[in-house]
């Protein structure tokens, strides 16, 4: 198990360089694949009443003319041992791990990134322990009742959930709970606590996005978790542990669940990675501050360093998810241990 | 009134395509410390047939009618919640093939643990306790390591004999073993049957043995119920089954046992035909589209559904043949070619 | 919208010699928000020349919200109008835009300043001097040399992209000067003086008598230089006005609170009424929409209007739109006519051209009455000042052109059966796209064939349509353009783009199609003119002569729809914001 764990270590460490080498590619090489000069692309970061002189200097400042090699191993650098960046009346350290400077906001993106984190975080989480339960659920009970009222409207509803984009439900609901009037119980966009300030306040404003976000995947997994359901309730073992007296609850859920789980576990796992790295659409429609609402707002100013910081978190998190996962695959199936 | 009796048990399931008649009037009686044996094809209704009697329809789409009763208490009109209280402990089950019988993601311990604590309020540890102790009873080396081992660490022998650990856990009065060794290799077929037998000797309880392998009900059977399209075909002692046989269908399913001291395809006598469709039974006699003697009946074979009839002793056939040219036809034509008792002595000598 | 980009070159010679207008015209107070009118009955466009709701009650929580986010909240790096709006509320420049609704809004009056600039003889020389008992939020006092430091630090250009380079171009700073930073302790008393604490004197490279515009700009607002951080200022900004930052997260939002050392007796201009100002940045645009009209938020800081998706909302219910106001914005969206390209250097090909467009179907394109604006006949805005509309090729009775007219200049120029030509635009603008078609459609019926051709919006003007030699070998016949000033003033307006000189072989500017010698002539002549109202008839003249070469096909002067939620007090348009004025706004 130890060396099992220690494999798949390494390999999410080489997993990271890769995806850090492409993420940069894809900022720095094909822009100047595609034609992008050094001032060109330096024209971003110094506004709007730029001359093609100030675009050159910034050029040569942040280093756009030195051989992408070059400029991929500053990076690095910067990752591993921080760097500095002029200010003005002096230099600014970007400590450790340093994923690049917006020199349009005059901030290092790391702290920005953690500073918003929990946001994406609380709305993940939230959105995860709704989706999991009414999705499983849901998948359960459809299962039991296949081909029965229940089964069918559930199934339908939940090709409705897959289908319908959150920028549509987003705006609905918030359209019919927060703005219209008889129902107006949710709160508003834009309205984010945190945990720590007040619990109810923070789980009040997010309940709305929770629930959309949920909505979205819950469909999902209502839909994986009965075909699971279906499959393992056919089993042999199952039928063992009711020849053995056991309840009906302990069967479905101790038994038939715990079969269907596997494949859950492994899309969650992805689901919930990926979550974390920014749920783009839910914070751009709820204007939730978290990570996906940064990349957004990143692109629009075209804040290359922002861009690429929250892509690499992103990627980041998605390693760390495909590890947690296979890892819970161990614990989950004794006989993935063997292998 | 026996331990267990079965009242005309008729467990039907209602389909898209029609009603499924798996058992269809089905009797029969055993006592404790008695094997019965139940053969027929597969289809034939014997696997629904002991789950009717575990109780294990009872809530689903099945239609169950007639009377099962087990040491003086009636279970088809009783609660399903009721049946489940003795299901593992009054009765319980083998299954037959035990890699998927039992659950991959759990210790071998903790499904027997489970099982012993659903009837015993006892801790986790004295309940560990007991399953290592009926995993060496089983015969399993080092029982307290291998409790915690999963299904698919042990072998198919040993798999077996931890299933039957985990079905003997509570010590059941009825034991029902659903084809126990078919999924096994021959040598240790046999390990598991002497087990079988000497565990049943041990708790003293009443056995059902499955099994559409005439081998196994010869060694551990005391009765032989042999079932054809959801009906008994032929019941009496291992003895009436095995060297008086009545019923053609059990005089092919003697032909068709494959044999250790016979040519491969010589002299095998299988049963033409397939097994019928348990939602079109063939009219009259459920077997005498396949039937080799059907000629015999006067023409009753496709009209009359024939009676079980006893013809001597307990022993009972369902055929339209008379019983004097059922039993020359069984003396000269069928028992020279299956030779079987040459088999079952060689078998029953120690 | 943002304020329009100004080239720096062009913007010297424009303001060294105009926006002389407003100089000395008015010392009033501002104390808008005393009349004692009755309750405030809700209409459209009630706050639009008027103040709405007024009120001289102090307190609440005002909130803000921006679908965007500002370019930096740093006084030396900010371009945006809202922004340059919104600022007076935690800095205070030598001078400042009157606070009151309609065109009193667009005079000039002293803030830090005790009077408005005296100017020497020729216009070179600048002197202000700062009032009494100004303090910055820690309590220090506010001196010249603040001033003047601010100033100095707004020319490193490295470390403040955004903000406006008046101040950087028309001052006499030393050669190579580089701002506080780079050019440590180097003496810029050539460009900026400042004998005595209380006095500041700038130096100009040529006379400009409108210094006074650019003495409100937010470069004025005092900067003490022991608490600058350079480009990380911008995280708190220290406050000479009367709110200051209590925090401030940048990229979500921040909070304005009473800034103690702000004194009342200082500042006539600012009622500040509210006790907090609460701003929410990156908020989702049609989401800041509905929570304007649900009262959970107050003010569209960006000061743009509604989405449309609220304007489907609030137009056809008539309470709603009692709520709003529509005031016409001093922008022009017009589509550029290049006489370098044939057919179009014959006047009347021109001239069909302006014929033959669908000025209804123009509006439609930019969004209708209400967002997109008021069909424009001309060059100038209605709102600048002096400024009198007036329509030489009137579009049929309907506004969708007069075809048989344009049929007749078709045949005088010799192509009776219409010709072919390219228009371009802006591929990530769709209002300039829908434009494009629009037009296509429209000269198609007098076989006037146009080629749609869009270029990305960040190269237009310098390697596209704003490059004379591509316009003439890609025959950009049209280009679709559009032009906002950044004061109300007509040389700032028609300057940049009719002034024939501005135009560059090498490509940058917005004048892509007028040059007219003659044109270029009374823009000289108006910097002769002392008088701002005498100037007014040079920039009627000007339109009127652009208008007859027939160069520029006007579009619509720009509209926006801006909601005004209940609650607020104090509310009105000035035509200087050109949206609702932030300092005068409070809260019941």
Partial sequence: MVTYIIRRLIGAVIMLLIVSMATFAIFFLVPQIAGATPEGMASRYVGRTASAETAKLAAERLGFNDPLIVQYGRFVKGVVAGAEYDYGPGVEKCPAPCLGYSFITRQPVFPDLMNRLPVTFSLAIGAAVIWLLAGVGIGVLSALRRGSFFDRAAMTVALAGVSLPIFFTGLVSLLVFAYGNPFSWAAQGGHYTTFLDSPVQWAYNLILPWVTLAFLFAATYARLTRAGMLETMNEDYIRTARAKGLGERKVIVKHGLRGALTPIITVFGLDFGLLIGGAVLTESAYSLPGLGKYAVDAITNQDLPKVMGVTLLAAVFVVIANLIVDLLYAVVDPRVRLA | ?350 | MKKRRVAAAAVTAALAMGLAACGGTSTTGGESGQSAAPAAKAEFNAALTKVFNPSTKKGGTIKFANSGDWDSLDPADTYYGYSWNFIRLYGRALTMFKSAPGAEGATVVPDLATDLGKPSEDFKTWTYTLRDGLKFEDGTPITSKDVAYAVARSTDKETFPNGPTYLKDMLNWPKGYEGPYKSKDVDFSSAIETPDDKTIIFHLTQPYSGFDYLAQMSPTMPVPKAKDTGAKYREHVISSGPYMFEKNEIGKGFTLVRNPHWDPATDPNRPALPDRIEVQTNVNADDLDNRLMSGDIHIDVAGTGVQPAAMSKILPDPNLKAQTDNPTLQRLWYTSISPTVKPLDNIDCRKAVLYAADKTGYQSAYGGEFSGGQIATNLMPPSIPGAQPFDLYPSGPDGTGDLAKAKEHLAACGQPNGFETNIAYRAERPKEKATAEALQQSLARVGIKLTLKPYPQADYFSLYAGKPPYVVENKLGLAVNGWGSDYPDGYGFLQQITDSRVIRETGGSSNISVRIPEVDKMFDQSLQEADAKKREPIWNAIDKRVMEEAVILPGVWAKSLLFRPKGLTNVFISDSQQMYDYVALGVQ
Avoid at chain 2, 80 to 104: C, N, T, Y
Avoid at chain 2, 198 to 209: G, N, P
Avoid at chain 2, 215 to 244: N, Q, T, W
């Fill in chain 2, 1 to 350: 009134m026996s331990f267990l009796e079965l009242k005309d048990l008729r467990i039907h399931f209602p389909t898209d395509d029609g009603l499924v008649k798996s058992v269809d009037g089905l009797s029969f009686s055993l006592e404790r410390g008695k094997t019965l044996g139940i053969v027929g094809e597969s289809g034939s209704g014997k696997s629904v047939t002991s789950l009717g009697i575990l109780g294990l329809h009872k809530g689903g789409p099945a239609r169950i009618s007639g009377e099962i009763w087990l040491d003086g208490e009636e279970l088809v009109s009783a609660t399903p919640e009721h049946v489940r209280g003795l299901r593992g402990k009054k009765m319980a089950m083998i299954f037959q093939d035990p890699l998927s019988a039992m659950h991959p993601y759990y210790t071998v311990g903790d499904q027997i643990i489970e099982a012993y604590r659903i009837h015993h309020k006892v801790s986790k540890k004295a309940a560990r306790k007991h399953a290592i102790d009926m995993l060496g009873r089983v015969g399993i080396p080092e029982p307290s390591r291998r409790v915690d081992d999963y299904p698919h660490h042990f072998s198919g022998g040993m798999r077996q004999r931890a299933m039957i650990a985990m079905a003997l856990s509570c010590d059941p009065e009825l034991l029902i073993a659903d084809e126990p060794t078919t999924a096994l290799d021959v040598t240790v077929q046999a390990q598991i049957l002497d087990l079988m037998r000497d565990l049943q000797r041990e708790f003293d309880s009443a056995l059902i043995i499955i099994t559409h392998d005439l081998g196994v009900v010869a060694e551990l059977s005391d009765d032989i119920l042999v079932m054809y399209a959801g009906k008994c075909v032929e019941y009496g002692s291992a003895d009436d089954v095995f060297y008086r046989p009545e019923h053609p269908y059990t005089w092919g399913l003697l032909g068709s046992m494959p044999r250790l001291d016979r040519e491969p395809t010589d002299r095998l006598m299988p049963i033409k035909g397939t097994p019928p469709s348990l939602i079109n039974v063939p009219p009259g006699c459920a077997f005498h589209p396949r039937c080799p003697y059907s000629d015999r009946t006067a023409g009753r074979a496709s009209t009359e559904v024939p009676e079980l009839l006893e013809t001597e002793g307990g022993h009972k056939v369902r055929c339209h043949m008379p019983k004097a040219e059922r039993r020359s036809l069984w003396e000269n034509e069928i028992k020279p070619v299956v030779h079987w008792e040459d088999e079952i002595t060689a078998v029953e000598t120690p």
